[in-house]
Structures are given as C-alpha cells and as structure tokens.
C-alpha cells in the first residue's frame, strides 16, 4: 500500500496532517527543506520539540504544524523512505 499525508488548514494559522501511516503511531521530528519535508522518530537522548499524533477513528493518525505549505495529498517517497525515515517532496502532490 502506497501511504501518504493529506494537508489541510487548521486552526490559527496552522495545517493539519493526517495519514494511517502507522509510523506516525509515535512521536515524530519534522525537518522542512526547500524541496522535501523529512520525518524521523526521536532517539532516546533527544531533547526539544516534536509531534506527537493523535489516533482518530478509523486508523488515522494527525497533527498540526505551523508551516507555509499548500493543501493536498502527497506520497510518501518510496525510494528515500525506509522504516526509520518517511520523505514527502513538495514538488509531487497528487493531483
């Protein structure tokens, strides 16, 4: 199954993600480039702020996030994205 993040507006400003990726089960590290947005788990010695998702109905898990970024389906990449890593390029919302 090929997961993806839809993206839309939510509250003050912010976007809402929402995926049944159950990578996002656990909190995540979210790193916004020009071109990708990378999430990645924290390590154990990890101090500073992360996502922390919550379980919706239905197997979906979402956050918010203050970031300029237009609403959409976008997939995860299939090539960069591994068990540790998941990887979205900005370029390639589905449309």
């Excluded at 159950?22 to 979210?30: G, K, M, Q, T």
């Excluded at 389906?73 to 390639?92: M, N």
Aim: net charge negative; glycine share 6%.
């Amino acid at each position: 199954m090929k997961h993806y993040v839809n993206i839309c507006n939510y509250n003050g400003g912010s976007k809402r993600f929402a995926t049944k990726d159950p990578f996002f089960c656990d909190e995540v590290l979210i790193e916004k480039t020009d071109e990708r947005i990378i999430f990645t788990h924290p390590g154990m010695d990890y101090v500073g702020k992360s996502a922390v998702c919550s379980n919706q109905n239905h197997g979906w898990f979402s956050f918010s996030w203050v970031i300029e970024i237009k609403n959409g389906k976008y997939f995860f990449d299939e090539d960069e994205s591994t068990e540790d890593v998941r990887v979205i390029y900005l370029a390639d919302q589905a449309k």
